[in-house]
């Protein structure tokens, strides 16, 4: 409630009042104690420390399954040569390290859980896998077919999918799948008429569930995708729109939706364009970012609750990218790219640029209208 501004008279009356009570005051002090020594010096009162950062030479990827509990990766950047899992259960208050192991390559990994205790963590190239059932308390290594596992993806800890190629330089020759988490692989057929344009790439093999799946390839001539109802027994080619622009060489990648829905990326001619589908390829859509943000910086809520950066301004889609507004414009040029694991708690990785600070973790409760940076793991 506002207080009662007072009357004419009695701001005329408060210096008056305001000046004889002081006069008192010294008096008194005087008459107490004649000579008043100065009061000693102590230490100034201890400040907050600031938010802990993700230290040099390392690369933070985080997987939050509540406003409270999450684990980070830490892949390690030349010459860093080891990864490190950590686990926070009070909203990165406080990290624990629960596994550590060398790289069989730095600067590459992920990290998914799909419950709170049931998790896969893939590092390094050849790629490396490693999965827990404890909430991270122990991680075990996954089998691997003899080749060298270029990518991999999964519906769940049982569930997964894996390109590998000869070790000589070459085109993906080979793709397995395994549905009790990798105590014994199948190899199933190439899709007819794909061909394996970028070996290195991550993206390009996508399933939703133990039958639903994606997969980006070359060797068409338009941008083609392959979706499968049956784990990979069988592919359906799906041509997208091709984009306007010269004849040359393009890559696609594909992404899905936390419910329903594909997304699939495409590099050509220098620009970057992005496709969504709701009805498993039938028709699809040109996805139009706002203020011209790339592609790439889409994270998805829901099927429908988008979320894009670009220069440190943070915009939020309800109707699956057709309408933006902004939501947050923070003070710097971070790259901001938010996750969230329901309408109002969500979290961002921060990622300095030339001339920014080290690497930072930040949360919010409020649907992204306000960010508080808090800590990040790593070694120390």
């Known amino acids: 409630m506002d ?3 007072p009357s004419r008279h009695g701001r005329r009356a408060l210096p008056l009042i305001a000046g004889s009570l002081a ?8 008459y107490l104690h004649p000579a008043l020594p100065s009061p000693p010096k102590g230490p100034a009162p201890p400040q907050s420390p600031s938010p802990s950062t993700v230290p040099v030479g390392y690369f933070p990827q985080y997987a939050f399954i509540s406003a409270t509990t999450g684990w980070a990766l830490l892949v390690g950047v030349s010459p ?13 208050k406080h990290w624990t390290m629960q596994f550590s192991a060398d790289e069989p390559d730095h600067g590459s990994g992920d990290i998914k859980f799909f419950d709170s205790k049931r998790g896969l963590i893939w590092i390094g190239f050849p790629i490396q896998l490693y999965r827990t059932s404890d909430a991270g308390t122990h991680w075990a290594p996954v089998s691997l077919p003899p080749y060298q ?5 999964y519906s769940d800890t049982s569930h997964i999918w894996l390109l590998a190629s000869e070790p000589d330089p070459g085109l993906l020759r080979h793709f397995f799948a395994t549905s009790d988490g990798g105590s014994a692989w199948t190899e199933l ?32 001539s338009e941008p083609t995708v392959y979706s499968t109802v ?12 091709t984009p306007t622009g010269p004849d040359v060489a393009y890559d696609t990648t594909v992404g899905l939706l936390p ?3 594909v997304i699939v990326y495409i590099d050509y001619h220098s620009n970057s364009f992005a496709y969504i589908s709701f009805d498993g390829g039938t028709t699809w859509r040109l996805v139009t970012p706002p203020a011209d943000a790339p592609v790439w910086n889409l994270t998805f809520q829901d099927s429908s609750h988008w979320w894009i950066n670009y220069r440190g301004t943070v915009w939020k889609s309800s109707d699956a990218g057709q309408t933006w507004q902004i939501v947050y414009q923070p003070m710097n040029y971070w790259v901001f790219l938010p996750h969230f694991v329901d309408a109002s708690h969500g979290w961002a990785a921060l990622f300095a640029n030339s001339s920014g600070p080290p690497d930072g973790l930040v949360m919010t409760s409020d649907g992204g209208l306000h960010w508080t940076q808090v800590n990040a793991p790593g070694p120390r």
């Open 189 to 220: 057929a190439w899709p007819k008429g794909a061909v394996w344009a970028n070996k290195f790439g991550i993206g390009h093999l996508q399933f939703r569930g133990p039958g639903d799946g994606w997969l980006a390839a070359a060797g068409a």
């Open 80 to 92: 860093s040569t080891r990864f490190y899992v950590y686990r926070t259960t009070d909203g990165a």
């Open 3 to 5: 207080t009662p501004e």
């Open 23 to 30: 006069a008192m005051v010294v008096a008194g002090l005087i």
């Open 230 to 241: 049956d784990g990979g027994a069988s592919w359906q080619p799906q041509a997208l729109p």
């Open 259 to 261: 419910e329903v829905g």
């Open 149 to 153: 596992a270029d990518e991999v993806t």
